[in-house]
Structure formats: C-alpha cells, structure tokens
C-alpha cells in the first residue's frame, strides 16, 4: 500500500512537472525610484502629487503598506535588491562614488545572473550605483553581473535630469541626449523590448529612474501642474509625475506588445525621501525619519505587485516585504534554486499574493555606520521593531571608507536599544523598550547575532577619501573636470 501511494504521488509530481515546464516562464519588469517617499504618490496618501499611471498600477495589482527597501541609502539599497543579502554582508557599506574602491564583487550572485543563466534575456536602463569604477577596468560592470544590455549611469544623471551627458550604452560613452532622464531611461527600455531583445526567451528588465534624486529637473509641462511661490517645490512635484507619465509610457507599451498579462512587474523605491534644504519636500507619511535613517521614513517604501492571474486588482498587504525578497521571489517563480553557498536573507514573498505570511528563516534586518539618525541597527520581527546604537564615534559624514570605518564596522557592538510595537504605532513615536524587557531582551539576542555575523562576513576595501579639494566639481570619465558654467 506505501509502495503505490508513492507510485502515486510521483506520478502526479511528474504530470504536476511537465505541465509547469510546458508553459512558458512569465517575464520580468522591476522599476525603482530614486528617493522617493513613502508618502510621494497619490496611492499612498499624497493629496496634491499627481501620479496616475502608478495610482492605475495599484488599483490593477497589490499595493504593499510594509514594503521596505535593503537600507536607507541609494548603493547598499540595490545591492540588496540584486542580491538578496545584506549589504554590509556584500561590503556596500555606503554611497559610492565614481572611483570608490567600494563595489559589488565579482563572486557576488545577482538576479540578472541567476535568470540569464536560465534562459532569459536581460537589460538594465537608468542608474547602476552598484561600483566605483563604473566603465573603467578593475572592477565588474553591469554586463558582469548579468546584464545583456545595459544603458547606464553610475550614479545621478549629470549635469542634472534634462539632457544629461553621462549615460553609458554597453561600455560606450553615449554623450548628450536631449531630453529628460525618466523618458530617456524609459525610451531605451521600449526600443530594447520592441527590437532589443531576443524574442524567443522571456526577459527580465530593471528600469532603475533617477528621479526625484537631486540634481532635480523636471520639465515645465510638470511643474506648471505645482503652481508655488517655492520652485523647488514645483520642480520636486513635478519630478514625482515626469516620473510617473514615463512609467505609464512603459506600461501601455507592454500592452501594445502583448507583454503585460504574462509579466510580474513589481516598482518600489530604493530609500525614504532625501528632504534636503534645496528639496525640503519629499514625503514619508506618518513615519518617523528620511533617507539615511534606520527608523521607518529612511527604509519603509511604496511597494505595488501586478501579476495578472496571481494578484487581486486592488489588493492591499500589511505583511512585511523588504528588497532582500526579490531574488528568492523569483527563483520561487521560476523553480531556479537560490544559491546555497552563502547567506540569503531574503525569503520569497509569494505567500502574500495569496493573503499569506511569509515564513522567514532570518528576521529583516538593516545597519548602516553612516545613518543620519543615532540608531545604527535595526531589526524587524512580526510587528516588533528594535533599533541599537553602536558603541563607537559618530563617523564624518560623507562616503569615506577610512581605516577607524572598517575598524568600526568589524568590532562595534549594538547599545542603548529602542524598541516599538509598528502595529500600534507606526509613527514610532514611543519608545517601549523599559515596558517590555522579557520582549527587549529576546530582539536584542537576535539584533546582536544578527549585527556579529554580518560585521564578520562584509569584506575590508582599501582605505579612501573622496577628494575634497574644489567639492562642487565630479571627476567623471574619462577624468575630465565638470566645472559650472
């Protein structure tokens, strides 16, 4: 009786297999925003942002109210996402600048990797961020990490968002476009879907804007929608909706290609809002923190899913979706083993298209030496939410890697914690941590665990300073001094 319950089963195991190998594998789309809040779009509770192509997108898919980006900063945030490890684990323990030894190594698995390894085809449009040496020898390039195609920037389109001369087309310098950065960024996208691509594979594309990241510029058709006596805020409003407008070019063309119904397309962001005193306007909602903070304004993001067939139109999730997940995701869809030799600290996040929890092996987790808030780890476990201090100097700003840095990375030890209950209050407006010790003492085992064997893991880079001598000029390739005119 065993022996033909197990005939049995391995029987329908084989039907069950064939059946999903006989149906062609879905394609891929991820777009990030840069900077952008969790309160900047009209789905999210924006009342003057105008963003209908994303507020469509929402309604057609499932909107995430506890996405979190990998961090609180733009190159540690996509190495997660492209990872689905901790950054510090990676050794992106910061920005990087043009130059910075810093970067995602070349033993590092990727997304792009893993799904070109298996039949798909792939691109990367917009801002990379992911090395130091971006289109210069000695470090990994997009097409290293996966990518067929790619049509780059190492970091912010330059001068600014309007006909910038710094895009980079599979390793060659393409010079000035004219134009704007979302619409340049989304232009190549389309014409690498429409003649681009091999057509007879699925694809994966990640279209990474610049917008809203300073330098901002945005076209007037946009910032005429945002009549102010500030024009920075006008330029920042109407950078959210040049963005939005070029998402929604995208999108329709997906649908003019009949692409659309067998696509995931999953947007996030890659930190909370910048809010600087040039830009003072990007939102985080009711949360506490922006960009470069562990609390939930540096790292909690808009998150929206469509997955015709596997998303309900219109669905909201509360469950906790971070960065990390995307990698485990799509090898879950795809039926591609995550890799085993080495840490992932994503999970897939399948289990909530269907109203599910996700089951997580390591608790979300984020650390950041450079974080502009005093906490410098932060951990998540169900609603529970604990940050720690470091017991080290607070280190200069800016994207240095000195020598007492990676000191401080390897040997500091979490202090001083602050714990809250997201549930209750997502504002993080009450510390809980001396109501709750039994609570306290149990996150803090798991953040101090967590924080030893990630320090241990992220490797050590040379000591560098970025120059400081004549700030308000870029060394850019091929090493020539962008002055203002």
Not at 181 to 206: C, M, Q, T, Y
Not at 222 to 229: A, D, F, G, I, V
Request: hydrophobic residues 35%; charged residues 25%; glycine residues 8%.
């Amino acid at each position: 009786m065993n022996l033909l319950r197990i005939a049995l089963t391995l029987g329908v195991f084989a039907v069950t297999t064939a059946s999903l190998g006989a149906a062609p594998m879905p394609n891929f789309v991820v777009v990030l925003a840069d900077d952008l809040g969790y309160g900047d779009l009209a789905c999210y509770g924006h009342r003057r942002i105008k963003t209908p192509n994303l507020d469509r997108l929402a309604k057609e898919g499932l909107r995430l109210t506890s996405c979190y980006a990998g961090h609180p900063n733009c190159s540690p945030s996509r190495t997660a996402l492209m990872t689905g490890r901790t950054p510090y684990r990676v050794g992106v323990y910061n920005w990087i600048p043009m130059l910075s030894p810093m970067h995602v190594g070349k033993d590092e698995i990727t997304i792009a990797t893993l799904l070109r390894k298996h039949g798909y085809t792939t691109c990367h449009t917009g801002k990379w961020h992911l090395n130091g040496r971006f289109n210069l020898p000695g470090q990994p390039q997009p097409s290293d990490h996966g990518f067929d195609h790619w049509f780059s920037t190492q970091n912010n389109a330059l001068p600014n968002h309007h006909n910038p001369d710094n895009f980079v087309r599979n390793g060659k310098e393409v010079g000035r476009i004219e134009g704007y950065s979302a619409h340049i960024v989304v232009d190549e996208a389309i014409n690498w879907l429409k003649d681009g691509r091999d057509k007879s594979k699925p694809f994966f594309l990640f279209v990474c804007f610049h917008e809203p990241h300073e330098p901002i510029a945005s076209d007037p058709k946009y910032t005429r929608l945002y009549p102010s006596k500030d024009p920075s805020l006008s330029a920042h409003h109407g950078n959210i909706t040049q963005m939005d407008d070029a998402f929604g070019r995208l999108d329709r063309a997906l649908a003019e290609l009949g692409l659309r119904d067998h696509t995931f397309l999953f947007f996030t962001s890659d930190n909370g809002p910048a809010i600087t005193s040039i830009h003072p306007h990007g939102s985080a909602g009711p949360l506490r923190g922006k960009k470069g903070h562990l609390y939930e304004g540096g790292i909690r993001v808009p998150g929206i899913v469509r997955w015709p067939g596997h998303t309900k139109p219109g669905s909201v999730s509360d469950e906790p979706v971070s960065g990390v997940d995307l990698l485990p995701t799509l090898c879950a869809i795809t039926g591609i083993d995550v890799p085993k030799d080495r840490a992932i600290d994503g999970a897939s996040f399948l289990p909530v298209l269907e109203g599910k929890s996700i089951e997580r092996k390591t608790p979300l987790y984020w650390q950041f030496l450079y974080a502009s808030s005093r906490p410098k780890v932060a951990l998540r476990d169900g609603d529970w939410k604990i940050l720690a201090h470091l017991d080290v100097a607070e280190p200069e700003r800016g994207a240095d890697i000195r020598d007492e840095d990676m000191k401080a990375i390897k040997t500091a030890k979490p202090v001083s914690f602050e714990l809250y209950n997201l549930a209750n209050d997502i504002g993080e407006t009450k510390d809980l941590a001396e109501e709750n010790p039994q609570k306290l003492q149990e996150l803090a085992t798991k953040l101090q665990k967590m924080h030893a064997e990630v320090s241990k893991e992220g490797p050590v880079w040379p000591a560098w300073v970025w120059p400081r001598v004549e700030s308000k000029r870029i060394i850019w390739p091929p090493y020539r001094k962008r002055t203002k005119k």
